[in-house]
């Protein structure tokens, strides 16, 4: 009798332990792929004892390790673990393969002044200044390593500003939770007295093709001596990854908070995207109408945005899911390029498009 009782004690004790076993939302595990930038033969960005891959490497390691440690719901996937080089889209494609809940890209910055320095994040879009450009090129450069670049990537030229116009018409509909992680990233980076850059947007191609909200983290400038020794030490490795988990872990619990709300009140009817204006455009005679786009947001913004500079009579346009913003309506030509040299003092990477009979394009 007391063997019986044991084994129903033993029983219990398991079935105890079975339901109080941490799990994910809803019980599916989350999978996030972490992106060392570059590796292999391409170093990346060089500083006077460093080289980028190394750095991002390192720093993507302990990431990884530290989210395996503190979250047992959590499949940790790399796109390298060692030095060896990796094509962009593979890198992306890994992540779609294991469908991925995250990706985060990390690399380390340069630039020719050697005094800039800070942590930046960014998403996919249109890079909205010369600086983020810059950033995407030199990034996006590592394509030229690959074998039929020029075929996979479908003709983009990573040191062309043209080809960065495709990213002018990316459909993301992962934005807004993409924009959160680096928000998260780049608050933990501040608690860590990093210099705060910002999250930013750019069209970088590692980013391009991924189906789920992802990011590109930018630990901070290697062509800045004091960061490069800062990046390549343990102790800021560590505090750099340290920065990282904490933003994870604060984006991870607002998933779970959110495919646990999803699960009671899911309607039984597919939701509806929120109303928005859509810009009415001329479409008698054959008429072009010629306007300067100054900006897109995921999101509608107040009337008095601070990122709209104090224009008051912007008017915007859906597409893809993102707030075009415009400035200025004109049929002139030279009225709108007159408006667009102006326009750009505030806005750099401000440009023309034409509405004609409702089918937009871009003026180069």
């Known amino acids: 009798m007391l063997r019986f009782y044991k084994k129903m004690r033993n029983f219990f004790l398991y079935i105890c332990l079975f339901l109080l076993a941490p799990v994910g939302a809803g019980g599916k595990e989350f999978t996030l792929v972490i992106d060392p930038g570059h590796g292999g033969k391409d170093p990346g960005a060089l500083g006077s004892i460093a080289k980028e891959k190394n750095i991002n490497l390192a720093v993507a390691l302990k990431v990884g390790e530290l989210i395996a440690e503190r979250h047992g719901d959590v499949r940790v996937i ?21 469908k991925a809940d995250l990706f985060i890209s990390i690399h380390a910055n340069a630039l ?13 879009g249109l890079a ?26 479908e003709g983009f030229n990573p040191h062309s500003t043209e080809s960065y116009i495709i990213f002018e018409f990316m459909q993301n509909r992962h934005v807004e939770q993409s924009i959160s992680f680096a928000s998260q990233v780049q608050k933990e980076f501040i608690a860590a007295r990093r210099i705060n850059r910002g999250v930013r947007q750019a069209g970088f191609l590692v980013l391009r093709k991924t189906s789920m909200p992802s990011a590109l983290v930018e630990l901070g400038y290697i062509s800045n001596a004091e960061e490069e020794h800062y990046m390549t030490s343990a102790a800021g490795q560590t505090q750099l990854s340290k920065a990282l988990c904490e933003a994870f872990t604060r984006f991870k619990r607002e998933y779970d908070h959110k495919q646990g709300t ?10 509806t995207q929120p109303a928005a204006r859509k810009e009415v455009y001329p479409t008698t005679d054959g008429r072009t109408v010629y306007k300067v ?22 008017r915007y346009y859906v597409e893809n899911g993102m707030y075009k913003y415009t400035y200025g309506e004109t049929t002139d030509i030279m009225e709108i390029k007159a408006i667009r040299k102006k326009v750009s003092r505030d806005f750099k990477d401000a440009f023309i498009i034409a509405i004609t009979d409702g089918e937009k394009t871009i003026v180069r």
């Open 78 to 98: 790399y796109t390298r673990r060692n030095d060896h080089f990796v094509d962009l889209d593979e890198r992306a494609g890994i992540a779609n393969r294991n």
């Open 112 to 124: 020719s002044r050697k005094d800039i320095k800070g942590t930046e994040t960014y998403t996919l």
């Open 128 to 153: 909205r200044t010369d600086e983020n450009l810059q950033v995407a090129m030199r990034e996006n450069a590592a394509i030229l390593l690959e074998n039929d670049y020029m075929q996979k990537y």
């Open 262 to 271: 999803a699960k009671i009140t899911a309607p039984t009817t597919a939701p």
């Open 293 to 314: 786009q100054i900006l897109a947001s995921g999101r509608k913004l107040p009337a008095k945005a601070r990122v709209l500079k104090g224009y008051s009579h912007t």
